[in-house]
Each structure stands twice: as C-alpha cells, then as structure tokens.
C-alpha cells in the first residue's frame, strides 16, 4: 500500500512538471521572434566560428541567435559613433578652435556611448551570447566645422542609435545655437553650464 502511494506521488508529480516544461514554449508573454522555430532545436544551437562550431554557454537559456546578432550589431554601431564623437571632442579642443565647452561636450559623449557598449557587452555574456567586435571605421572627417554643424552631426548619429533624450536635447541645443549665431553668440554658448 505504502509503495502504490509514492508511485502515486511520483506519477502526480510528473504531471504536474511536463505541463510546465511544455506550456513554456508556448508563453505568450515572451516575444516570438525570441524563441527557437522548432521546438526541438531549443538548446541545440551552435555558435559558427573560425570553421568550426562553438558549444552553447552553459547560461543560455531562451536566446536566439537574431537577438544575440542584433546586440553585437548595437554594441559595434556604440563604439563607431563614440568614436566620432572622440574625433569631435578633439577638433574642439584644437587651439584654432578653442571651444572647451563643445570639447566636455563631445568627450562625454564619447564616454556614455562606450559605457553603454560596455553594458550591452555585459548582457550579451550575462545570456550566454558572444560578443563579436568588429573593426570601428574611422569617422568620415576630421574637421567637424562650427558647434552648431557638429551639433547637427550628433543629432543624426543619435537617431541612428535611438536615444530619445539625446535627440531631445540635442535638437534644443541647435535652437539655441540658431537664436545666438556664430562667432560671439556660440563663445557664449560654450561657456553655458551644459558644456
């Protein structure tokens, strides 16, 4: 008698479990693209590399391979535009320009967006992904003009990346740029707290 219940037991519990385990591939709270195409291959997939194929990371759990693809693709895209914007900090900095307030500007920038691929790279380990880095291709120009032509520039770069704030601000900083003018009107700029 004692025996039949604990394989009653046991037989309660396997119930109870694979309805879990199967009700998990169908979670309708995670996002499609997410979850592998056939549910067979979930836990099979195998990293390309150097001819040969890498085994999983042991912490990779519900990580496709587009989502790690597309980290790798913002993480690289962080570091080309903080690489601009390394190349815009030094063109103010320059004596013939002498606009520190644009070079704190632009070096902080820099920073945040290397910070930033920092953090992406961080997850991509933290789901068992790999972190690809690709070559930083050298900003197109090493004269970045006035503050308000660089300031330009950077908005355009933030809308590739997406940050909202930073569009925002940037965008009030070119209206302000536009209202002052060139020459004493951005000296005066650079010299706001901002900068």
Not at 144 to 166: D, F, P, Q, R, Y
Request: glycine content about 8%; charged content about 20%; proline content about 4%.
């Amino acid at each position: 008698m004692g025996t039949s219940l604990l394989h009653f037991a046991l037989l309660m519990g396997l119930l109870v479990v694979l309805p879990c385990s199967a009700s998990s591939r169908k979670d309708h709270y995670r996002f499609r693209n997410d979850m592998p195409s056939n549910p067979d291959d979930e836990g099979e997939t195998h990293h390309h590399d150097f001819g040969g194929i890498l085994p999983v990371s042991r912490c990779r759990h519900n990580y496709n391979e587009r989502t790690e693809a597309g980290i790798n693709r913002q993480i690289n895209l962080m570091m080309y535009v903080g690489y601009v914007y390394h190349s815009m900090a030094q063109h103010f900095g320059r004596c013939d320009v002498a606009l520190p307030g644009f070079q704190k500007f632009f070096r902080q920038m820099a920073q945040d967006q290397r910070e930033k691929a920092e953090t992406l790279m961080n997850y991509q380990n933290l789901r068992g992904g790999l972190v690809r880095l690709q070559q930083v291709t050298a900003p197109s120009t090493a004269e970045w003009g006035s503050g308000i032509e660089a300031m330009e520039h950077a908005l355009e770069l933030e809308k590739t990346i997406n940050e909202v704030e930073k569009i925002f601000t940037i965008s009030q900083y070119i209206t302000n740029l536009e209202r002052v003018g060139p020459g004493l009107g951005e000296y005066m700029f650079d010299k706001l707290p901002q900068n």
